[in-house]
Structure formats: structure tokens, C-alpha cells
């Protein structure tokens, strides 16, 4: 049978429910309460066993809708990772295992395809007994796991930025559900095609970065109940980057760590020499493999701005500002290096929204490495100063803090949230669980309110910095034709620069 005829037992069982029902026996007569037969079991294979991925697997393995059947990653050995402490993922899973003494022979953070596999397959061993669990597979490369695993129905993609684009686009195109950390890609010319092959394939998709904020609920019935007046600028900031950034390409050629495929690494990226300061979690500071801080944590906060404000277009016009650096050169001189490889330490970004529908023409703004708006005098009034990160509805009338980084929105000064509101203290908000989300989103065939359709502009609207920073100055945008119209010669900003054979998009 070919791949587009097959069909999975739940498919199997949808379409034939009400010829089967009286002879399928209840699943809590089959194996208790909590039960999920293996026809409504998630075959999920893992791309990426880097710590976000052992740290995520810890709590998801736990789910009974999802079998974890396959792990992949180029390292094969926990070498050179880095995690917010020595030992939160040790314990976490020491924890999941009931061994107090898991993990006491890896130096370092323990992450890799080998530790994956074993969390993996010692998980299963101790809840099901009795030899009934057949392992874990792991391979190194994905587009070989894509060949073998064919019950595998879903993948979860947690691998640097770079790689996003690549491995959603032949994962869906094999007809697999993906599930993915932000971003979409870390090129706009990459999350374009990415976004494409979903709505041509119909498979079910989701960014990890979706979750159901109610706190955006309120600050858009405050503002269309008129507590700021017009809409005017939205101010969104972050402490981040949390990783060292490097304005220059690194010049020494450490050996490539036993076990690790670097050759698969960097996939789409031309080739150049293995270095530690491009791997693991410092790689989102690099052009050529990550997006930057807006990427990392502005998809979270911005993105359900752009579903409750009706954002549907990119911006318009980009603005890039970033630190520099100078050295001193051998002849004694002061240089400000020019760096088309890297991020700067500090950025301020300003994207400027044309009035659509019923949405305003709207003024954005993003702040990192320490930079964030002046303390507005309504913050003074109260004696207060903004957060390291947070989020500004600023009005012709007033301001509202809130947003992903402000879980309790409010109006200010505290006079005026009283008066607007009755209540001085903010109103109690939710959020929805996004695994859930994509679970359910996968068992029953629909599409996620994650998905990549969902967060296409969004994520569009976060890569289009780096071409301003990249053509340095201000640019001007084309959305329908994916274009830079003003300086033209930086729409090249938009594409990779050049790929390696069997890698291209």
C-alpha cells in the first residue's frame, strides 16, 4: 500500500465507528482508569534531545495519549550543554525514574540521543513490566528516522533555529503532524515555505509557543471600552539575551567533541569549522543559526497581541538600532567593527502597522539586553518602576501594562485603574496548557490554535529586524511580494545566503 493511502487505527476507527461499536470492549475494562489504548496513543518521535527536549520529555512521557518511539540528535553524548542549573534536569529526572542515583557518572548537563533513549526506555520498563515495552530507537540524523519510523505519526522538533525550516518541511511533507519550538525559522523566506507546506499538506502543526493567555482578554476589553483612548504604540521588552554574544567569527579550531556529527548540525548552513560558540544555546546570537532574543521570547508576548489586535499584515517599515563594539587594533587605533554575523548585545526595534479592518495603524516596539522604555510618569505617580520584562498599551489617553511578562494587567496610575475599573487590584487571569492543545489538536485530526498558519505574521514580523540591522538602516517592506523596496539591494537579507547540496529550501 502506498504512504497516501495508508491510514492510522484512529483514522481507522473514525471512519468506521458505528460498524465497530458494539465490539470494541471499554479501554477501562482493558487496563484501568487512566488507560489509553494503543489505537489513541500519539507515536511521537523526538528531533532534538538538547535540554529543552529532556526537560520537556520529563513531564510529557507521563501522558498516557503519547508514545515516545524514537529520539534523534547529532550529538550522540551529553558534551557542552547548557542548562539554568548544574543539576534541574538531572533531578527532574531522577524523579521520573525513582532513582535517586540516575545520571551520577555524566559530567555536565546531561542531554544527547543516548540520554534521551535511555530516560525513554527506562521510563517504559518501569510502568510496564513484563517485557511488554520493544525500546526507544534514536538515530542521528532525522531524514533517516523520517524513512524508518513508519508508525511514528508526530514529530516535536526542539533543535537550534536554523534547522526548524528543513526538518518541519520533510517531516510534513512524509505526512507527519510537527511540533516545533519557536521560531517558525529564522529566515523569512524559510518560515514562508514552512507555513506553505502546512496549508499543503493538511497535517496538524503547533509552535510551543502558544498557550491561551486570558490576560490579553482583558487589556483589549479595557482598550475598546476606551480606558486609554486610541491605541497609538505597543512596548514590549526582555532582559534577554541570556547567552553570550560574539561580534566576531572565532578564529581557533577546537576538535570536534567525540560523537558528535557536526556535519548534520549545521544542515542547511555552508559549511566552516566546528566551534563551541555556535552549538547549544549560544547559537540563537548568530545570524546564520538563530534569531535573536526578539525570536526567543518576543513569539510568546507579541504573538497573542497579533490574534486579540486583528494584526494579519507584516509591517510595513523596520527600524534597527544596536550597541556596537570597537577594538583596539595592533597599529594602536580605535575600530568599530562592522559585524554581519552576529546580533548586538542591546537592540531596540521599531515596526510601524497600516491600518487594516478593524485594526488601527499601530507603532511596535522591542527592547533587549537590558534596554526597556523610559519610566513613564504615570509609573512614577505610584512610586513604581517598570519590570526587567514586560509589555505597554500606550493610548492618547492613557497606558495599560500587561502581557505575557505582566500576568496581572492594570491601568496607570492606581487612581486612574480604580476609577476605570472599581478596583485597584488587576482581575484574575488563566492560561490555557498548550500541550494539551496539541495533543488534542493531533488526536482528533484538527487544526491547533498553535499552528504555524496562526503564527505566520507574527513570526514573519520578528526575523524582519535582523534585515534591518543587517542592511543598517532603516527599511522599507513589501509584504505581498516578500520584498524590501527601499534599500532594495537588502531583500537578499530575506533568503539564506547559500545552501549545501540536499539541503535546500
Known amino acids: 500500500m502506498s504512504d497516501s493511502k495508508k491510514i492510522n487505527r484512529r483514522q481507522f476507527l473514525g471512519m468506521t465507528g458505528s460498524a465497530v461499536a458494539f465490539t470494541v ?34 513531564s ?27 543539576n534541574g534536569i538531572r533531578n527532574s529526572v531522577r524523579q521520573l525514574l525513582g532513582d535517586s542515583s540516575w545520571g551520577a557518572n555524566i559530567k555536565g548537563i546531561p542531554a544527547g540521543r543516548d540520554v534521551g533513549k535511555e530516560v525513554v526506555d527506562k521510563y517504559y520498563s518501569n510502568v510496564r513490566p513484563g517485557g511488554s515495552y520493544r ?9 533517516e528516522m523520517l524513512e524508518k519510523e513508519h508508525d511514528m505519526d508526530t514529530v516535536k522538533i526542539i533543535t537550534p533555529d536554523h534547522q526548524h525550516a528543513i526538518q518541519a ?3 510534513m511533507k512524509k505526512g507527519k503532524n510537527v511540533i516545533m519550538h519557536k521560531p517558525v525559522a529564522n529566515i523569512v523566506h524559510e518560515a514562508r515555505q514552512t507555513v506553505k507546506t502546512a496549508r499543503e499538506t493538511g497535517v496538524v502543526t503547533h509552535l510551543l509557543a502558544w498557550a491561551g493567555r486570558s490576560q490579553y482578554d482583558v487589556v483589549k476589553s479595557w482598550i475598546d471600552h476606551g480606558a486609554i483612548g486610541t491605541l497609538k504604540e505597543i512596548h514590549n521588552w526582555s532582559f534577554r539575551p541570556v547567552w553570550p554574544q560574539w561580534p566576531l567569527l572565532p578564529e581557533d579550531r577546537p576538535p570536534v567533541p567525540e560523537g558528535f556529527d557536526w556535519d548534520l548540525w549545521l544542515g542547511p548552513v555552508p559549511d566552516r569549522p566546528y566551534h563551541p560558540n555556535f552549538t547549544h544555546n549560544v547559537y540563537r546570537g548568530w545570524y546564520d543559526f538563530g534569531a535573536g532574543s526578539v525570536a526567543d521570547m ?31 587594533t595592533p597599529e594602536a587605533t580605535c575600530q568599530m567593527i562592522v559585524n554581519q554575523h552576529s546580533f548586538p548585545h542591546s537592540c531596540i526595534f521599531r515596526w510601524k502597522f497600516e491600518a487594516r479592518g478593524s485594526s488601527p495603524a499601530l507603532d511596535l516596539f522591542w527592547y533587549d ?16 518602576e517598570l519590570p526587567r520584562e514586560g509589555m505597554m498599551f500606550v493610548g492618547d489617553k492613557g497606558k495599560i501594562i500587561g502581557g505575557f511578562h505582566a500576568n496581572n494587567p492594570r491601568i496607570i496610575p492606581e487612581k ?68 524590501i523596496t527601499n534599500p532594495p539591494d537588502a531583500s537578499r537579507f530575506l533568503y539564506r545566503d547559500a545552501y549545501r547540496s540536499g539541503w535546500e529550501i
Open 60 to 86: 510529557l512521557i507521563t501522558d498516557e495519549r503519547v508514545q515516545v518511539v524514537s529520539v534523534c540528535d547529532p550529538a550522540k553524548n551529553p558534551v557542552g550543554y547548557v542548562d539554568w542549573s548544574p
Open 416 to 483: 486612574r485603574m480604580t476609577g476605570f475599573t472599581g478596583q485597584a487590584d488587576p482581575p484574575p487571569t488563566s492560561t490555557e496548557s498548550g500541550t494539551d492543545a496539541w495533543i488534542n489538536a493531533v488526536l482528533k485530526g484538527e487544526m491547533s490554535p498553535g499552528s504555524f498558519q496562526s503564527v505566520e505574521v507574527c513570526n514573519e514580523t520578528t526575523l524582519l529586524p535582523i534585515v534591518a540591522l543587517r542592511a543598517g538602516r532603516k527599511v522599507i517592506y513589501d509584504p505581498e511580494k516578500m520584498q
Open 298 to 328: 518576543g513569539i510568546y508576548s507579541l504573538w497573542p497581541v497579533f490574534t486579540k489586535f486583528g494584526i494579519t499584515v507584516p509591517p510595513v517599515s523596520i527600524e534597527a538600532l544596536g550597541t556596537t563594539t570597537n577594538i583596539i
Open 369 to 384: 539586553g537590558g534596554m526597556k522604555p523610559h519610566n513613564p510618569p504615570e509609573m512614577e505617580a505610584d512610586g513604581l
Open 169 to 171: 518541511i520533510m517531516s
Open 135 to 143: 525500546g526507544c530507537t534514536a538515530y542521528a540524523d532525522f531524514r
Open 25 to 58: 470492549v471499554p479501554r477501562h475494562v482493558l487496563g484501568g482508569v487512566n488507560y489509553v489504548a494503543p489505537s489513541d496513543k500519539i507515536n511521537l518521535g523526538l528531533i532534538g534531545c538538547g535540554t529543552q527536549q529532556i526537560r520537556e520529555l520529563t
